[in-house]
């Protein structure tokens, strides 16, 4: 069974850049999830992919955005990047969308660090 | 604005003793609850979960819920060095559509 995998693992960008991030589900599962964990907090959510689309969304601006694949696979986009979005970014799967109360497994996450 | 407490630590436990971590909840509501565990720069692992009043084992790991003072713990037996990590809480509340994350327990086994 394959597990979540995302990529790339590590990236350094500069404010006011673009950047994409990019997660596999694990076998099987149609629900994606992406989070943001600073250093020292637990993962925000930011939003979750099910069937192609947007399922639900946390506090985060619209330069956060997302995308989500017939094959399941969903990328992570942010634009005009801050200085605060540093951070630790998780992609979890899952086999059913939130309201359907399935355990999220989690990927090994992109470290993005904005200079 | 649903919220998910638990305190930072660190938290030291002797080795073979058991470790306690604790994680408190603002809301009522129909939920469900996670442990994660996370090794210093590596991604969440999920340790249990629990939805049902009462305890649930694996291993040597038990969540035990209590809905009505709003808490959830997991104790962690014989507890050895490789439990050393930050221990992550996280609650859905049925409505909510997203999973609410503490700020996670650091836990320290001295061997």
């Known amino acids: 069974e394959t597990g979540v995998t995302q990529s790339p693992t590590h990236l350094i960008k500069t404010r006011g850049q673009q950047v994409t991030l990019r997660c596999s589900s694990q076998s099987g599962h149609n629900t994606v999830s992406w989070y943001q964990q600073a250093l020292g907090q637990g993962p925000q959510f930011i939003f979750q992919y099910y069937r192609e689309e947007e399922n639900g969304r946390g506090n985060f601006p619209p330069r956060f955005s997302g995308l989500q694949f017939p094959n399941y696979s969903s990328e992570l986009n942010v634009n005009a990047l801050e200085l605060d979005d540093s951070a630790l970014y998780l992609c979890?799967?899952?086999?059913?969308?939130?309201?359907?109360?399935?355990?999220?497994?989690f990927g090994d996450g992109t470290r993005l660090s904005i200079l | 604005q649903k919220e998910v407490e638990q305190n930072s630590g660190p938290l030291s436990v002797p080795e073979g003793a058991i470790a306690s971590l604790n994680c408190t909840y603002s809301?009522?509501?129909?939920?469900?609850f996670f442990w994660y565990r996370q090794y210093s720069g590596k991604s969440p692992e999920l340790i249990m979960f629990i939805y049902s009043n009462g305890d649930k084992e694996d291993g040597r790991f038990t969540a035990q819920l209590n809905k009505a003072s709003q808490y959830v713990s997991l104790l962690i037996r014989d507890s050895q060095p490789s439990d050393s990590a930050t221990y992550l809480c996280a609650v859905w509340w049925f409505g909510n559509e997203k999973l609410t994350f503490g700020t996670g327990t650091r836990l320290t086994i001295i061997p």
């Open positions: 809301d009522r509501g129909s939920q469900s």
């Open positions: 979890a799967s899952s086999l059913g969308p939130l309201h359907s109360n399935q355990p999220q497994h």
